[in-house]
């Protein structure tokens, strides 16, 4: 083979792969120099898609048709929760009436007072996986929920609540193997939501639309969750009086949707970190140091974005570091040059 022909085919070689760059959403000019095509190949987004959306396992009961169909009378807020049987006694505790899968329904003489059940085999169901799920529907006299449901030795993989206004901001505060839970016909007020599923999240996969637009702390909310969307829109950030543990180690985060405004400069330590999989966010306002480095799989939107929206101009003023480690060989001297001319630190 002949000089001129392997040169031929190195070129033919470059214009693949920089086709197959730009066709996986990382643009690649012409002129792009080869030695720049391994930082471009980084910056291919990776992981699961955006749309995963989580189902309940189809041999499971539907606990969505069961709730949306009882009218048992009296009661106004009901939570209906699907959980493993692994035990044949339960007590239920914290509502006025529950009723369960097996065909039992129990008054109860107070929200105090402990309700014991004996579990039949005909209330139970299988998995796809293994063992059995059955369900238990607690009812409410208002429509006002005020303290945490406490499940006792139950954990719940699913949940629904209907017809509810939820007071209390440490709503399923350790969820274990709870995977997602829904709202039907149901708020929440609280303006504190930092025990939101704060602990023992690493089984939830989805979560109700919130409106957020009086919460002033979210701290620890959801954190350690493998949650794929999180969504803002209704987050008023310029109310909170701190950042800390905000969408932390969420690993499997990829997207953030709606935008955050950043203007009250709390400090940023622990805001957002250990998102391995983060691909998009918007952000305005930004006046202090960030470290977003450990989001690797930004793409180059994101960070463009960032650099020309989301920082605050700090001109005449103390510059402020914005720490973007690897995702810096994503970006140009000119795309770079936006955000230091702008008084920032790039590392």
Known sequence: M??????????????????????????????????????????????????????PDPL???????????????????????????????????????????????????????????????????????????????????????????FKSEWPYYAIVKDAKITTGSWFPNTY????????????????????????????????AINYAAVTNLTGAFNGSVLRDFDVSTVDFTKFTSFANILKDMRYLIRVKGVMNLAKGLPMASFMTGLFSLRSFTVRN??????????????????????NNGLADLTGQTAQTLTLGFNLRNLTEDEKAVATNKNWILA
Request: proline share 7%.
């Open 286 to 307: 930004l006046k202090v140091n960030w470290n977003i480095s450990n989001g690797s799989q930004l793409t180059r939107e994101t960070l463009l974005d960032l650099l």
């Open 60 to 150: 499971w009961w539907d606990i969505r048709s069961i709730i949306q169909a009882d009218e048992t009378p009296g009661y106004v807020a009901k939570l209906i929760y699907l959980t493993e049987a692994c035990t044949l006694a339960s007590d239920f505790t914290g509502a006025n009436a529950y009723r369960t899968s097996d065909g039992a329904f129990y008054a109860a003489e107070s929200p105090t007072a402990i309700v014991p059940h004996i579990w039949h085999p005909s209330g139970f169901k299988p998995t796809s996986l293994c063992g059995m799920t059955r369900w238990v529907i607690r009812y409410h006299a208002t429509n006002t929920i005020s303290a945490t449901p406490d």
């Open 2 to 55: 002949s000089v001129t022909t392997k040169l031929r085919r190195l070129a033919d070689t470059k214009t693949a792969i920089r086709d197959a760059i730009v066709d996986r959403g990382v643009p690649v000019n012409a002129d792009t120099p080869f030695s720049s095509y391994p930082s471009r190949i980084a910056g291919i987004p990776s992981g699961p898609p955006y749309e995963d959306p989580w189902q």
């Open 177 to 208: 193997v709870m995977q997602a839970f829904d709202f039907i016909n149901t708020t929440m007020t609280s303006t504190t939501m930092n025990a939101l599923c704060a602990t023992n999240a690493s089984c939830l996969q989805r979560i109700p």
